[in-house]
């Protein structure tokens, strides 16, 4: 059978490893975090913020389905394509840090590397601080289109979409819409009109 897209998300979504149940968490509460925003704010009830929050949703299951392959101890795909950035970055600065400093201490950059995606994908699922998290996407990005530029079979528009579309979202944070940001700016804004509210628990 031909992979296809809805095969391959159900596959993703049912897969038999402890991060699908952690997964599926984020989704319920992306979704919980969005109705609640939902029914609070009537502001947010128009097509365009449903939108964003989809969009959101799906950009940061990405980055968290490519943080999976990344989970310490096991660095052999990241140390891969890390290689692969030694010899066809498009800065020679670059492929000698990579060289000289990432690859031998993988075991100190390995976990880094997968602390960062995940840190993305949780901040775009909720929405939670989504500027900083789009921010890192989009360096995140940006060291990948430099540093894969000329890879074989590697496509440099794609990594360059990623950086626009993670600039897109430090611009106008997606959290704003239906997302957990959109949650604190009420709270602050009703703090600062009842300053009891600030009291409260």
């Known amino acids: 059978m031909r992979p296809n897209p809805l095969a391959d998300v159900l596959a993703f979504v049912t897969m038999p490893?402890?991060?699908?149940?952690?997964?599926?968490?984020?989704?319920?509460?992306?979704?919980?975090?969005?109705?609640?925003?939902?029914?609070?704010?009537p502001e947010q009830r128009t097509p365009r913020r449903l939108a964003i929050w989809l969009l959101r949703l799906i950009v940061g299951a990405m980055w968290w389905q490519q943080s999976l392959w990344k989970i310490p101890p096991n660095f052999d795909g990241l140390a891969?394509?890390?290689?692969?950035?030694?010899?066809?970055?498009?800065?020679?600065?670059?492929?000698?840090?990579?060289a000289n400093v990432v690859l031998p201490?993988?075991?100190?950059?390995?976990?880094?590397?997968?602390?960062?995606?995940?840190?993305?994908?949780?901040?775009?699922?909720?929405?939670?601080f989504s500027r900083f998290g789009a921010l890192l996407g989009a360096l995140m990005g940006i060291n990948l289109w430099l540093g894969l530029y000329s890879a074989p079979n590697e496509w440099p528009w794609?990594?360059?979409?990623?950086?626009?579309?993670?600039?897109?979202?430090?611009?106008?944070?997606?959290?704003?819409?239906?997302?957990?940001?959109?949650?604190?700016?009420?709270?602050?804004?009703?703090?600062?009109?009842?300053?009891?509210?600030?009291?409260?628990?």
């Open 158 to 201: 794609t990594y360059f979409f990623l950086i626009v579309i993670q600039s897109l979202f430090v611009i106008d944070p997606p959290g704003a819409s239906l997302g957990a940001d959109a949650l604190i700016a009420r709270r602050r804004r009703v703090g600062l009109r009842d300053p009891a509210v600030q009291l409260r628990p």
């Open 17 to 41: 490893h402890w991060p699908t149940p952690v997964f599926w968490l984020f989704l319920v509460a992306s979704a919980a975090i969005a109705v609640i925003v939902w029914r609070r704010a």
């Open 80 to 98: 891969y394509w890390m290689e692969q950035m030694v010899e066809h970055s498009s800065i020679e600065l670059q492929s000698r840090f990579v």
């Open 105 to 128: 201490w993988i075991s100190i950059f390995g976990p880094l590397v997968y602390l960062a995606e995940l840190a993305i994908g949780i901040s775009l699922m909720l929405g939670l």
